[in-house]
């Protein structure tokens, strides 16, 4: 079957680092996405990693392993606003997007 | 302007009631999709459209019919509501890789 497993929950400290992992096991690859979900709102769209290596983008990257199944999305200089569920999806041989249950990351100051 | 606008943004409906969410997206895009998360908060897909056509229909109860008037509008229609049903549900488009979400409607079957 398929499966993305990333933590339930996080814990970070205001102007921090912090680092969320993803990993899956999908019948084929065609990309992988994170999101961001603030409770109570949309999924709004952060990173597209199709090749190995790490994407920067402002205060997020994110970065691909295909070998090994693995992704991470790295926050860095935390604000309090980051607080949110980060939900990792992958787009299998189907084109259909396959997604983890999220991750809830908790800011505190 | 809203990329992506669905309605109601709250529906409250008892059991048995039918009901439908409407979901209009101006940018453009070729494929249209629904999404129902749980209180678990977990995403599933549930429909998408392509220019019309469905090209992915989950095993979703079929009391739950998608219907597209046209390429912006995925509209979806539920029979005979059931307690199960209460969730967030989200209307998505896509181009692409990115995916646009709309707000959400949350459905509360009493």
């Known amino acids: 079957g398929q499966n993305i497993d990333q933590p339930t929950e996080m814990t970070a400290t205001e102007g921090a680092i912090v680092q969320i992992n993803c990993t899956y096991q999908?019948?084929?690859?065609?990309?992988l996405f994170w999101y961001q979900q603030h409770a109570g709102e949309a999924p709004t769209f952060l990173s597209y990693?199709?090749l190995d290596g790490l994407e920067e983008k402002g205060r997020f990257s994110s970065f691909l392993s295909r070998s090994k199944g693995y992704s991470y999305l790295l926050l860095k200089e935390l604000q309090m606003k980051d607080s949110a569920s980060y939900l990792c999806?992958?787009?299998?041989?189907?084109?259909?997007?396959?997604w983890g249950a999220g991750t809830k990351l908790i800011i505190k100051p | 302007d809203t990329a992506v606008s669905q309605t109601p943004k709250y529906l409250v409906t008892q059991m048995g009631n039918d009901k439908s969410i409407k979901c209009e997206q101006n940018?453009?895009?070729?494929?249209m999709y629904w999404y129902k998360q749980d209180s678990k908060k977990f995403l599933k897909i549930m429909f998408s459209?392509?220019?019309?056509?469905?090209?992915i229909n989950e095993t979703v109860p079929n009391r739950f019919s998608p219907k597209s008037p046209d390429k912006a509008h995925l509209n979806l229609h539920i029979n005979s509501l059931e307690l199960g049903d209460s969730a967030v549900y989200f209307c998505?488009?896509?181009?692409?890789?990115?995916?646009?979400f709309g707000p959400g409607t949350r459905l509360t079957v009493t």
């Open positions: 999908t019948s084929g690859f065609n990309g």
């Open positions: 990693n199709v």
């Open positions: 940018l453009g895009h070729d494929t």
């Open positions: 459209y392509n220019n019309k056509e469905l090209i």
């Open positions: 998505a488009s896509s181009q692409f890789d990115e995916q646009y």
């Open positions: 999806a992958v787009r299998d041989s189907n084109y259909q997007l396959i």
